[in-house]
Protein backbone atom coordinates (compact mmCIF):
# COMPACT_ATOMS: atom_id res chain seq x y z
CA UNK A 1 0.00 0.00 0.00
CA UNK A 2 1.80 3.16 -1.25
CA UNK A 3 1.91 6.25 1.14
CA UNK A 4 1.14 9.78 -0.90
CA UNK A 5 2.91 12.74 1.05
CA UNK A 6 0.34 15.66 2.32
CA UNK A 7 0.51 19.16 1.35
CA UNK A 8 2.49 19.74 4.25
CA UNK A 9 5.28 17.71 3.52
CA UNK A 10 8.35 20.03 2.04
CA UNK A 11 11.08 18.25 0.01
CA UNK A 12 14.81 19.66 -0.52
CA UNK A 13 17.01 21.00 2.37
CA UNK A 14 16.63 24.16 4.42
CA UNK A 15 19.16 26.35 2.42
CA UNK A 16 16.83 25.52 -0.70
CA UNK A 17 13.41 26.93 0.51
CA UNK A 18 15.68 29.81 1.25
CA UNK A 19 17.12 30.21 -2.33
CA UNK A 20 13.58 29.82 -3.35
CA UNK A 21 12.34 31.97 -1.01
CA UNK A 22 14.46 35.07 -0.99
CA UNK A 23 15.16 35.96 -5.16
CA UNK A 24 18.48 37.63 -5.76
CA UNK A 25 16.37 40.54 -7.00
CA UNK A 26 14.70 40.40 -3.33
CA UNK A 27 18.01 40.20 -1.12
CA UNK A 28 19.59 43.31 -3.83
CA UNK A 29 16.78 45.62 -2.55
CA UNK A 30 16.71 44.74 0.69
CA UNK A 31 20.62 45.35 0.88
CA UNK A 32 19.76 48.81 -0.62
CA UNK A 33 16.97 49.62 1.95
CA UNK A 34 19.85 48.83 4.60
CA UNK A 35 21.81 51.24 2.83
CA UNK A 36 19.67 53.94 3.01
CA UNK A 37 18.86 53.41 6.79
CA UNK A 38 22.40 53.81 7.17
CA UNK A 39 22.45 56.57 4.94
CA UNK A 40 19.73 58.16 6.43
CA UNK A 41 21.32 58.31 9.88
CA UNK A 42 24.79 59.37 8.81
CA UNK A 43 23.03 62.42 6.70
CA UNK A 44 20.99 63.89 9.76
CA UNK A 45 23.16 63.03 12.45
CA UNK A 46 26.39 64.61 10.44
CA UNK A 47 24.56 67.73 9.43
CA UNK A 48 22.50 68.12 12.65
CA UNK A 49 24.67 66.99 15.66
CA UNK A 50 26.96 69.83 15.63
CA UNK A 51 26.16 72.96 14.15
CA UNK A 52 28.33 75.66 14.57
CA UNK A 53 28.55 79.34 12.48
CA UNK A 54 30.51 79.79 9.37
CA UNK A 55 31.34 82.85 7.89
CA UNK A 56 27.82 83.98 8.74
CA UNK A 57 27.03 87.25 6.36
CA UNK A 58 27.03 90.28 8.85
CA UNK A 59 26.91 94.02 8.67
CA UNK A 60 28.45 96.52 10.80
CA UNK A 61 27.68 100.34 10.53
CA UNK A 62 29.65 102.70 12.74
CA UNK A 63 31.36 106.05 12.34
CA UNK A 64 34.88 106.01 10.79
CA UNK A 65 37.37 104.22 12.24
CA UNK A 66 35.49 102.37 14.77
CA UNK A 67 34.08 100.40 11.43
CA UNK A 68 37.32 98.80 10.48
CA UNK A 69 38.24 98.64 13.80
CA UNK A 70 34.56 96.51 14.65
CA UNK A 71 35.22 94.72 11.47
CA UNK A 72 38.71 93.66 12.13
CA UNK A 73 37.38 92.72 15.65
CA UNK A 74 34.62 90.29 14.84
CA UNK A 75 37.01 88.70 11.85
CA UNK A 76 39.20 87.77 14.64
CA UNK A 77 36.57 86.07 16.61
CA UNK A 78 37.91 81.67 16.87
CA UNK A 79 36.38 79.64 14.50
CA UNK A 80 36.00 82.25 11.97
CA UNK A 81 32.53 82.39 12.44
CA UNK A 82 30.99 85.97 10.95
CA UNK A 83 32.03 87.45 7.55
CA UNK A 84 31.16 90.88 8.91
CA UNK A 85 31.31 93.89 6.46
CA UNK A 86 30.35 97.48 6.44
CA UNK A 87 27.72 98.99 5.58
CA UNK A 88 26.82 102.73 5.67
CA UNK A 89 24.38 102.77 8.46
CA UNK A 90 21.38 101.34 10.31
CA UNK A 91 18.80 101.75 7.46
CA UNK A 92 21.20 100.04 4.85
CA UNK A 93 22.06 96.90 6.94
CA UNK A 94 18.21 96.72 7.17
CA UNK A 95 17.62 96.83 3.61
CA UNK A 96 20.27 94.24 3.10
CA UNK A 97 18.81 92.05 5.74
CA UNK A 98 15.33 92.12 3.98
CA UNK A 99 17.20 91.55 0.93
CA UNK A 100 19.02 88.57 2.91
CA UNK A 101 22.13 90.03 1.56
CA UNK A 102 23.11 89.63 5.31
CA UNK A 103 22.15 87.65 8.49
CA UNK A 104 22.34 90.48 10.97
CA UNK A 105 24.19 93.89 11.50
CA UNK A 106 25.63 95.68 14.41
CA UNK A 107 25.05 99.13 14.84
CA UNK A 108 27.93 100.82 17.14
CA UNK A 109 26.73 103.67 19.30
CA UNK A 110 29.78 106.11 19.01
CA UNK A 111 27.82 108.38 21.97
CA UNK A 112 27.56 105.59 24.62
CA UNK A 113 28.30 102.00 25.85
CA UNK A 114 25.08 100.28 23.88
CA UNK A 115 25.31 99.03 20.34
CA UNK A 116 22.22 97.51 18.63
CA UNK A 117 21.91 94.30 16.99
CA UNK A 118 19.91 93.85 13.89
CA UNK A 119 18.86 89.78 13.16
CA UNK A 120 16.00 87.86 11.43
CA UNK A 121 14.51 85.11 12.78
CA UNK A 122 12.33 84.84 10.35
CA UNK A 123 15.42 83.71 8.27
CA UNK A 124 16.20 81.03 11.44
CA UNK A 125 15.29 81.44 15.07
CA UNK A 126 18.45 78.94 15.44
CA UNK A 127 20.60 81.75 13.60
CA UNK A 128 19.36 84.95 15.17
CA UNK A 129 19.85 83.21 18.52
CA UNK A 130 23.60 82.28 17.55
CA UNK A 131 24.42 86.27 16.49
CA UNK A 132 22.83 87.16 19.95
CA UNK A 133 25.47 84.99 21.87
CA UNK A 134 28.28 85.65 19.32
CA UNK A 135 28.00 89.63 19.53
CA UNK A 136 27.21 89.67 23.10
CA UNK A 137 29.79 87.91 24.21
CA UNK A 138 31.79 89.93 21.68
CA UNK A 139 30.62 93.20 22.77
CA UNK A 140 31.03 92.16 27.03
CA UNK A 141 34.98 91.84 26.35
CA UNK A 142 34.68 95.38 24.79
CA UNK A 143 33.38 96.29 28.18
CA UNK A 144 29.82 97.44 25.86
CA UNK A 145 26.60 96.28 26.00
CA UNK A 146 24.00 94.84 22.90
CA UNK A 147 20.42 95.09 22.57
CA UNK A 148 18.46 93.12 20.09
CA UNK A 149 16.03 94.23 17.58
CA UNK A 150 14.31 91.95 15.33
CA UNK A 151 13.85 93.36 11.93
CA UNK A 152 11.73 90.26 10.49
CA UNK A 153 10.52 88.46 13.11
CA UNK A 154 8.66 85.16 13.03
CA UNK A 155 4.88 84.72 13.25
CA UNK A 156 3.78 84.08 17.25
CA UNK A 157 2.52 80.72 16.24
CA UNK A 158 5.66 79.66 13.91
CA UNK A 159 7.82 78.17 17.31
CA UNK A 160 11.77 78.09 15.99
CA UNK A 161 10.69 79.33 12.21
CA UNK A 162 10.06 75.72 11.34
CA UNK A 163 6.62 75.91 9.79
CA UNK A 164 8.34 76.82 6.15
CA UNK A 165 10.36 73.99 6.67
CA UNK A 166 7.75 71.95 7.61
CA UNK A 167 5.51 72.96 4.47
CA UNK A 168 8.30 71.68 2.08
CA UNK A 169 8.50 68.75 3.36
CA UNK A 170 5.33 67.73 3.49
CA UNK A 171 4.92 69.06 -0.37
CA UNK A 172 8.08 67.38 -1.16
CA UNK A 173 6.49 64.15 0.58
CA UNK A 174 3.32 64.24 -1.94
CA UNK A 175 5.59 64.32 -4.82
CA UNK A 176 7.55 61.29 -4.09
CA UNK A 177 4.81 59.55 -2.75
CA UNK A 178 2.56 60.16 -5.83
CA UNK A 179 4.85 59.13 -8.93
CA UNK A 180 5.48 56.27 -6.58
CA UNK A 181 2.38 55.08 -6.08
CA UNK A 182 2.10 55.48 -9.96
CA UNK A 183 4.90 53.15 -10.61
CA UNK A 184 3.79 50.07 -8.16
CA UNK A 185 0.09 50.41 -9.75
CA UNK A 186 1.60 50.56 -13.30
CA UNK A 187 4.87 49.66 -13.75
CA UNK A 188 7.61 51.78 -12.59
CA UNK A 189 8.58 52.07 -16.45
CA UNK A 190 5.65 53.69 -18.59
CA UNK A 191 5.39 50.94 -21.72
CA UNK A 192 5.05 54.09 -24.19
CA UNK A 193 5.55 57.83 -24.43
CA UNK A 194 1.38 58.64 -23.96
CA UNK A 195 1.90 56.95 -20.59
CA UNK A 196 4.69 58.81 -19.80
CA UNK A 197 2.66 61.95 -20.54
CA UNK A 198 -0.45 60.71 -18.47
CA UNK A 199 1.88 60.50 -15.52
CA UNK A 200 3.50 63.70 -16.12
CA UNK A 201 -0.34 64.81 -16.34
CA UNK A 202 -1.52 63.45 -13.37
CA UNK A 203 1.58 64.86 -11.10
CA UNK A 204 0.92 68.07 -12.28
CA UNK A 205 -2.65 68.04 -11.42
CA UNK A 206 -1.68 66.37 -7.97
CA UNK A 207 0.65 69.57 -7.61
CA UNK A 208 -1.60 72.50 -7.97
CA UNK A 209 -4.37 70.31 -5.55
CA UNK A 210 -1.40 69.93 -2.86
CA UNK A 211 -0.04 73.08 -3.51
CA UNK A 212 -3.28 75.06 -2.77
CA UNK A 213 -4.04 72.55 -0.05
CA UNK A 214 -0.80 73.31 1.87
CA UNK A 215 -0.54 76.88 1.75
CA UNK A 216 -4.21 76.89 2.95
CA UNK A 217 -3.97 75.05 5.88
CA UNK A 218 -0.34 76.85 6.34
CA UNK A 219 -2.00 80.48 6.50
CA UNK A 220 -6.23 80.65 6.96
CA UNK A 221 -6.54 77.45 9.04
CA UNK A 222 -3.49 77.55 11.47
CA UNK A 223 -2.16 80.88 11.34
CA UNK A 224 1.16 79.39 11.28
CA UNK A 225 3.06 81.40 8.27
CA UNK A 226 2.19 84.66 6.97
CA UNK A 227 2.48 85.58 2.95
CA UNK A 228 -0.07 85.34 0.51
CA UNK A 229 -2.28 82.11 -0.05
CA UNK A 230 -1.36 82.62 -3.89
CA UNK A 231 2.27 83.05 -3.59
CA UNK A 232 2.51 79.76 -1.59
CA UNK A 233 0.21 78.16 -3.70
CA UNK A 234 2.18 77.98 -6.78
CA UNK A 235 5.41 77.29 -4.50
CA UNK A 236 3.69 74.72 -3.35
CA UNK A 237 2.48 73.21 -7.16
CA UNK A 238 5.61 74.22 -8.10
CA UNK A 239 7.56 71.84 -5.23
CA UNK A 240 5.40 69.55 -5.35
CA UNK A 241 5.63 68.79 -8.87
CA UNK A 242 9.75 69.30 -9.43
CA UNK A 243 9.72 66.07 -7.16
CA UNK A 244 7.26 63.71 -8.88
CA UNK A 245 8.79 64.67 -11.94
CA UNK A 246 12.34 63.83 -10.84
CA UNK A 247 10.94 60.46 -8.87
CA UNK A 248 9.41 59.36 -12.76
CA UNK A 249 12.50 60.36 -14.10
CA UNK A 250 14.26 58.08 -12.10
CA UNK A 251 11.44 55.00 -12.10
CA UNK A 252 12.30 55.22 -16.18
CA UNK A 253 15.71 55.40 -15.85
CA UNK A 254 16.17 53.27 -12.73
CA UNK A 255 12.72 51.32 -12.47
CA UNK A 256 11.85 50.70 -8.67
CA UNK A 257 15.06 51.10 -7.54
CA UNK A 258 14.62 54.58 -8.95
CA UNK A 259 12.01 54.98 -5.85
CA UNK A 260 15.06 54.89 -3.49
CA UNK A 261 17.11 57.15 -5.32
CA UNK A 262 14.61 59.47 -5.26
CA UNK A 263 14.78 59.11 -1.44
CA UNK A 264 18.10 58.99 -1.49
CA UNK A 265 18.23 62.52 -3.26
CA UNK A 266 15.06 64.46 -1.51
CA UNK A 267 14.75 62.94 2.05
CA UNK A 268 18.56 62.13 3.14
CA UNK A 269 20.83 64.06 1.41
CA UNK A 270 17.55 67.17 0.52
CA UNK A 271 15.95 67.54 4.13
CA UNK A 272 19.09 68.21 6.49
CA UNK A 273 20.52 70.07 4.21
CA UNK A 274 17.46 72.55 3.41
CA UNK A 275 18.16 74.98 6.40
CA UNK A 276 15.59 73.91 8.64
CA UNK A 277 15.75 73.29 11.91
CA UNK A 278 19.40 75.05 11.20
CA UNK A 279 19.90 77.70 8.51
CA UNK A 280 23.03 77.18 6.19
CA UNK A 281 24.88 79.47 8.03
CA UNK A 282 25.05 76.70 11.07
CA UNK A 283 25.77 73.70 8.61
CA UNK A 284 28.73 71.67 8.18
CA UNK A 285 30.03 72.48 4.39
CA UNK A 286 29.29 69.55 2.53
CA UNK A 287 25.36 70.15 3.43
CA UNK A 288 26.00 74.03 3.65
CA UNK A 289 26.83 73.42 -0.56
CA UNK A 290 24.16 70.84 -1.61
CA UNK A 291 21.19 72.66 0.08
CA UNK A 292 20.62 75.30 -1.88
CA UNK A 293 20.34 72.83 -4.94
CA UNK A 294 18.20 70.30 -3.91
CA UNK A 295 14.05 70.97 -3.99
CA UNK A 296 13.88 70.98 0.22
CA UNK A 297 16.34 73.54 0.48
CA UNK A 298 15.27 75.76 -2.78
CA UNK A 299 11.87 75.60 -1.18
CA UNK A 300 12.16 76.24 2.07
CA UNK A 301 14.72 79.24 1.39
CA UNK A 302 11.57 80.67 -0.70
CA UNK A 303 8.42 79.84 1.28
CA UNK A 304 10.52 81.92 4.27
CA UNK A 305 10.97 84.77 2.34
CA UNK A 306 7.65 84.83 1.02
CA UNK A 307 6.32 84.56 4.28
CA UNK A 308 9.37 87.26 6.65
CA UNK A 309 11.16 88.73 3.43
CA UNK A 310 8.50 90.30 0.99
CA UNK A 311 9.54 87.54 -1.65
CA UNK A 312 13.19 89.01 -1.62
CA UNK A 313 15.82 87.07 -3.37
CA UNK A 314 13.79 83.94 -4.61
CA UNK A 315 15.19 84.27 -8.07
CA UNK A 316 18.32 81.44 -7.57
CA UNK A 317 15.81 79.45 -5.75
CA UNK A 318 13.52 78.81 -8.14
CA UNK A 319 15.13 78.53 -11.46
CA UNK A 320 16.55 75.41 -8.96
CA UNK A 321 12.85 73.84 -8.62
CA UNK A 322 12.21 74.95 -12.32
CA UNK A 323 14.82 73.19 -13.30
CA UNK A 324 14.06 69.98 -11.06
CA UNK A 325 11.09 70.26 -13.03
CA UNK A 326 11.91 70.63 -16.21
CA UNK A 327 14.85 68.07 -16.01
CA UNK A 328 12.25 65.41 -14.46
CA UNK A 329 9.72 65.75 -17.41
CA UNK A 330 12.32 65.41 -20.30
CA UNK A 331 13.75 62.62 -19.00
CA UNK A 332 10.09 60.89 -17.86
CA UNK A 333 9.78 61.35 -21.56
CA UNK A 334 12.92 59.88 -23.02
CA UNK A 335 12.91 56.94 -20.94
CA UNK A 336 9.73 56.10 -22.64
CA UNK A 337 10.92 56.88 -26.31
CA UNK A 338 14.28 55.57 -26.39
CA UNK A 339 13.96 52.06 -24.85
CA UNK A 340 10.56 51.66 -27.38
CA UNK A 341 12.95 52.53 -30.09
CA UNK A 342 15.21 50.00 -29.60
CA UNK A 343 12.40 47.39 -29.09
CA UNK A 344 11.11 48.50 -32.70
CA UNK A 345 15.09 47.99 -34.13
CA UNK A 346 15.31 44.73 -32.12
CA UNK A 347 11.80 43.58 -33.78
CA UNK A 348 12.92 44.37 -37.59
CA UNK A 349 14.24 41.53 -39.71
CA UNK A 350 17.74 41.28 -40.97
CA UNK A 351 18.64 43.19 -44.07
CA UNK A 352 20.31 41.04 -46.82
CA UNK A 353 22.56 41.77 -48.99
CA UNK A 354 23.83 40.22 -53.12
Given amino acids: ?54 DVPFGVAAPGAAAGQTVGRLERLPGSPLDPRTVAGEAEARKQIMNREIDGALIVNPGGTQDTLLVASGGGTALATTLERLVGKAEQSENRTVRTVDVAPTSPHDFNGLSSFYLVVGWCVGGYLCASILAISTGARPSNPRRAAIRLIAMALVAIVGGLGGAVIIGPVLGALPGGVLDLWGLGALITFAVGAATLALQGVFGIVGIGLAILLVVIAGNPSAGGAFPLP ?43 AVAGSVVTMLAAVLPRRGRREAELPPTTTG
Fill in 1 to 54: MSHTPGPCTRSGSFLGEVKDAVTPRATLLVLGVIALQLLFIASYVGALHHPKPT
Fill in 282 to 324: LLPPFWKAIGPALPPGAGTWTARSIAYFKGNDTTASLLVLWAW
